[in-house]
């Protein structure tokens, strides 16, 4: 199993931009097929935001976040993105990317993948 590594966190005001990746530090994300995006919230539950099915492109987002933030992977480059706009207060959280082997199913937005990365920590302010 490769090991997930985000990156692009950081303090940004509300109304700014950012993106994170998540690449792996140990192997290839080329043996995974889905990927997701997930945060948590200081006192709240983990919250899947976004996925992608690399075979067919596919992409779902949590209500909060769709028509902001675009999920995207690199085939080429080998990682994983999370585009994120118009950013709000309430989007303040520690990001997590994760991958799974899983085919054949589509993007699922609530799943328990098999790897994780350690988080990146995301704050908007107001």
């Known amino acids: 199993q490769a090991q997930l590594v985000e990156s692009g966190g950081g303090l940004v005001e509300s109304g700014g931009s950012l993106r994170l990746s998540c690449a792996a530090s140990r192997g290839t994300l080329r043996h995974y097929a889905i990927f997701g995006w997930f945060r948590q919230a200081p006192g709240k539950e983990r919250e899947a935001i976004s996925c992608i099915d690399r075979t067919d492109g596919s992409t779902l987002y949590t209500g909060s976040v769709r028509g902001r933030f675009t999920i995207s992977i690199d085939n080429h480059d080998n990682t994983l993105y999370l585009q994120m706009n118009s950013l709000k207060p309430e989007d303040t959280a520690v990001y997590y990317c994760?991958?799974?082997?899983?085919?054949?199913?589509?993007?699922?937005?609530?799943?328990?993948?098999?790897?994780w990365g350690q988080g990146t920590q995301v704050t908007v302010s107001s």
């Open positions: 994760a991958a799974d082997t899983l085919e054949g199913y589509g993007c699922i937005l609530e799943f328990e993948y098999g790897s």
